[in-house]
């Protein structure tokens, strides 16, 4: 019997399948079948949208919305089945990116990508406090460069009748004002890295922050970044005394042998020092995010930071050699102004004009060393930045709540990430370090 008899042979049997037509395919006479509703009619309850209404039937910025780009109904999240598929099954819908980064753990391209995006949608907020953390710096070493330049003949006929004492007190000055300059300079540098994570944080949802901004959210947290600061200057030191000190009993006791033992304790040294730094590599942003003090915030980022080392080490060594040869390429043609000058503007030029010349370099030398050094500072920030909101993401579920903050409109001059739990111990189910259960509250529905 052929096909076309079977179908015709009983064509009244409302209950048996069409010829190639499978059970899930058929649909009775009189009615739908229930897994394939035509487009507009409301899902069955047990595929209802958690939020209440389907989520395409609710305008954007309101609770349960579907953000931009969101295919409505097909989103396998709120269980919808794909429709013209003969088993109903949900298909693979990519993590949304309201932003500079996907809502989800991140990858090192998208980090590196995520970076430069957020200099470049948040130039003002950026790049500003890029250029305040390298000024101080910078000036100090265009007036150290001129004052040295024009008062080096003085200086010399100054010391050759100046007493022992006279140098003495002149060194100690001038070491204690470079010291001076240098703990204002990461005192600096430290609140100002932990102002610029409010951009990279805001960009995640595609909102853009302006200098004022975001020196009105992170000032509340300007002391404990200043706390921060003091403490790993303490360590700072301690890291640089101990080793130091360590050398010279090594040498004292044991003189040629404890010369050569000398390279394995300093590699010993360096491989600590950089283990801790990379283990305290996100306090910062865990001060401004949420909103801890300078002790919880490096106990924070030492569990963060678990499992995660190698990752984290990596990711840094290949910006800060990025930033280092792109540093390099701006200042290669300062280093070639003062022979060019020299050789070709006044070739036959006297004293006076090699103290102008000096001068001129050292100030060029200066402002685009503070330019090169502040595009670099704004992107090892930002990539600091993200590093700690994808580690959130891995370990808190912080993607989710970060989905549900989208979809709602929530806090729209806030930062993202504040206010938001710790994971208990193990991240959220089926994440990337799954265990007990997200942060409270991650879940659309409130558990």
């Known amino acids: 019997m ?9 064509p009244g049997d409302p209950g048996r399948p069409a010829w190639g037509q499978t059970p899930e395919q058929h649909q009775p006479s009189g009615g739908h079948h229930p897994a394939q509703q035509p487009p507009g009619w409301p899902p069955p309850a047990d595929q209802q949208s958690p939020w209440g209404a389907p989520a395409w039937q609710q305008p954007w910025g309101q609770p349960g919305a579907p953000y931009p780009g969101s295919p409505g109904p097909q989103s396998p999240s709120l269980g919808y089945p794909s429709q013209g598929h003969p088993y109903g099954q949900p298909r693979y819908v990519a993590p949304p990116k309201p932003g500079i980064v996907p809502l989800r753990p991140l990858m090192f391209g998208e980090i590196m990508d995520g970076s430069f995006q957020t200099i470049r949608r948040n130039a003002k907020a950026m790049l500003g406090a890029s250029l305040l953390a390298q000024s101080l710096a910078a ?10 330049a024009t008062s080096m003949g003085s200086i010399e006929a100054w010391a050759e009748s100046a007493s022992p004492a006279d140098l ?6 001038f070491v204690a004002a470079i010291v001076l300059v240098a703990v204002l300079t990461i005192f600096i540098a430290s609140v100002l890295q932990g102002a610029m994570v409010v951009p990279v944080a805001r960009s995640i949802l595609n909102r853009p922050t302006g200098f004022k ?25 301690i890291a640089i005394l101990v080793p130091a000190a360590a050398a010279v009993a090594l040498i004292a006791s044991m003189e040629r042998m404890g010369v050569l033992l000398l390279i394995p304790m300093f590699l010993g040294f360096v491989a600590l020092f950089v283990w801790i730094y990379i283990k305290l590599l996100v306090a910062p942003a865990a001060v401004v995010v949420e909103e801890l003090g300078a002790l919880d915030a490096l106990r924070r980022s030492w569990d963060l930071t678990r499992a995660n080392w190698w990752r984290i ?7 800060g050699i990025m930033v280092g040869v792109i540093s390099q390429v701006v200042m290669i043609p300062v280093s070639l102004v003062a022979p060019l000058m020299a050789g070709f503007l006044s070739p036959h030029g006297g004293a006076g004009q090699d103290v102008s010349i000096a001068v001129a370099v050292g100030i060029i030398t200066a402002v685009l060393g503070a330019l090169a050094g502040a595009l670099g500072y704004a992107f090892q920030t930002s990539v600091m930045a993200l590093i ?25 001059d806030g930062i993202p ?8 111990p193990g991240g959220y189910p089926g994440g990337w370090n799954s265990g007990t259960g997200p942060a409270p509250g991650a ?3 409130g558990r």
């Open 2 to 10: 052929s096909p076309k008899d079977y179908d015709a042979e009983e």
């Open 313 to 319: 080490l990596g990711i840094t060594v290949v910006v």
């Open 168 to 173: 003495t007190s002149l060194g100690l000055g």
């Open 417 to 424: 990430g504040r206010g938001q739990a710790a994971a208990r």
């Open 388 to 412: 700690y909101m994808d580690l959130r993401m891995r370990k808190d579920g912080l993607d989710i709540s970060l989905l549900r903050m989208m979809e709602s409109g929530a806090d729209p």
């Open 139 to 148: 000036i100090l070493t265009a007036v150290l460069t001129a004052a040295t």
């Open 213 to 237: 901004q975001m020196w009105v959210l992170a000032r509340p947290r300007v002391g404990a970044l200043m706390r921060l600061a003091a403490l790993l200057m303490v360590a700072g030191l």
């Open 443 to 445: 879940w659309p529905d």
